[in-house]
């Protein structure tokens, strides 16, 4: 807050001693523990933990204003993250630092230093808060408590609380702090190891995308003629998807699919795949092995998608003329039915080994007069709308 109103909870009043608490004051010092633990498992970044801490104390008529900073190692300073309450410029005003070189680092950096609370009892006549004295007291404050945040042994930040009252914080209040600040470092912990583990999530998900485009490559590098089909499959096959509403997470497994769906030509050999003449139906047969192939080499590998089933399914068709194993309908998984328009639309639309491209209207036509035969209607409708809004959603990039 920037002004002289307090915002105060009910449950709370203003110490009359600066002693012992009152019963308003142990609801209080409950209530606000049992919210913090709530923020604990809502609150996903440290900066909003941090501030919404400081509002419930700044809420408690005898603290004025509430801060946390964190501790810079590279620096030996503070950066200043949350605060609230009656600051009105008073954090422009405290340089606060914690190097040997410092005789005397005040309290913030006195507790940095010792990871042992400071408590100011009196501002006025305390030499340890004298370089901030005059705009302390300017603002009304009149003692004030600096509590460490300890994480993995070493201490990050700081919590800082003043109040307009002198000798507001005996050890009542310092017990409380002190389970507000541990409180803190714990949700610090939590954070800290979801965003690392994020990280490895992230990671991980790379390393993965870059192998599946290795091995995209490897087929691509046997059959010149196709160079790019299954990026471009994937291409189409994701805008489908998103043109149909599916979450982000689930397009990206659907492009891991299409990006491998090809893959067991792998094992067809290269003058079948690229004769510049039709096929013979033996080589028809052998072609068509290429999504148990595929399946084969993919079903132990546990994604988190159904990828190895939708390479399987991808040429099934919905009327049980498709191949390998004639499933229909919805027995069809929705990767595999997007994945089948997407693979044929583009494999009309470009050139191959024994035929020129017939082009992207075609290509739609057959999509069109099939809808509901051979492919899902529901697949083909998003189909028409990406491929008439976006014509290049097929081009290289």
């Known amino acids: 807050m920037n002004s002289e109103e307090r915002v105060v909870p009910a449950q709370s009043q203003e110490k009359n001693s600066g002693t012992a608490p009152d019963t308003n004051w142990l609801k209080a010092h409950i209530l606000i523990t049992r919210e913090v633990n709530h923020l604990l498992l809502e609150v996903r970044e440290e900066s909003e933990l941090f501030k919404r801490i400081c509002e419930l104390l700044a809420g408690l008529e005898f603290i004025r204003f509430a801060w946390i900073v964190l501790a810079e190692k590279e620096t030996f300073g503070v950066t200043p993250i949350a605060h609230s309450g009656f600051e009105n410029g008073y954090l422009r005003s405290v340089k606060v630092t914690w190097d040997d070189s410092q005789a005397d680092p005040g309290p913030t950096g006195a ?8 408590v100011v009892r009196d501002i006025c006549g305390d030499p340890r808060h004298a370089p901030w004295r005059e ?22 930040g700081i919590l800082n609380v003043y109040s307009h009252l002198p000798d507001a914080f005996d050890p009542e209040e310092m017990a409380f702090l002190a389970e507000i600040a541990g409180d803190i470092a714990l949700g610090i912990k939590r954070l800290r190891l979801e965003r690392k583990l994020d990280e490895t999530v992230v990671r991980l998900r790379q390393m ?38 599916w979450a982000e997470d689930r397009v990206e497994g659907l492009r891991l699919a299409a990006l491998l769906h090809d893959i067991g030509k792998m094992a067809i050999p290269a003058e079948i795949l690229t004769a510049p003449r039709r096929l ?11 999504p148990v192939l ?26 049980g003329s498709g191949y390998p194993n004639g499933l229909r309908g919805e027995t069809i998984i ?13 494999s009309m639309a470009s050139h191959r080994p024994y035929r020129a491209a017939l082009g992207m209207e075609a290509a739609l036509e057959e999509i069109s007069r099939n ?22 959603v097929l081009v290289q990039d």
């Open 371 to 392: 809808s509901g035969i051979l492919y899902d209607p529901q697949v083909v409708e998003a189909c028409l709308v990406v491929c008439r809004n976006n014509p290049g």
């Open 135 to 156: 705009e302390a007291v300017r603002r009304g404050y009149a003692s004030s408590a600096a509590v460490p945040l300890v994480h993995e042994g070493e201490v990050v």
């Open 208 to 245: 993965l995308y870059g192998t599946v485009e290795a091995l995209s490559r490897m087929l691509e590098l046997r059959d010149p003629y196709t160079a790019g089909h299954q990026m471009r499959v994937a291409r189409l096959a994701c805008a489908i998807a998103r043109e149909m509403g």
């Open 294 to 319: 595929g399946f084969e080499v993919l079903k132990g590998i546990e994604f988190p998608w159904p990828v190895s089933q939708a390479m399987l399914q991808h040429h099934e068709r919905m009327d």
């Open 334 to 346: 929705p990767e595999a039915r997007i994945l089948g328009v997407a693979d044929v639309v583009e």
């Open 111 to 118: 507790a940095i230093r010792t990871g042992e609370p400071v």
């Open 280 to 290: 013979t139906e033996p080589e028809l047969q052998l072609i068509r092995l290429h």
